[in-house]
């Protein structure tokens, strides 16, 4: 395996982990007596997650010389 193959894997499951983190929002949301400290935890992780996921997806994108 190399490294883009390693970092095909890691995106894929950090965009996993990033919808799964959506789900549980949204059901953590849906309740009537919601944990809003969890909730802001989660969201916090989630876009820590999107940040790590721009990083991946930048270097996995060739750098093109205009």
């Not at 894929?12 to 400290?37: C, M, N, Y």
Request: aromatic share 0%; glycine share 4%.
């Amino acid at each position: 395996m190399n490294d883009a193959d390693a970092l095909r894997e890691e995106l894929a499951r950090l965009k996993a982990e990033h919808r799964a983190l959506d789900g549980e929002i949204a059901e953590l949301t849906g309740t009537p007596v919601s944990d809003q400290l969890r909730i802001q935890r989660l969201k916090r992780r989630k876009l820590l997650l999107k940040d790590e996921i721009a990083q991946l997806e930048t270097q996995l994108v060739p750098d093109i010389i205009a």
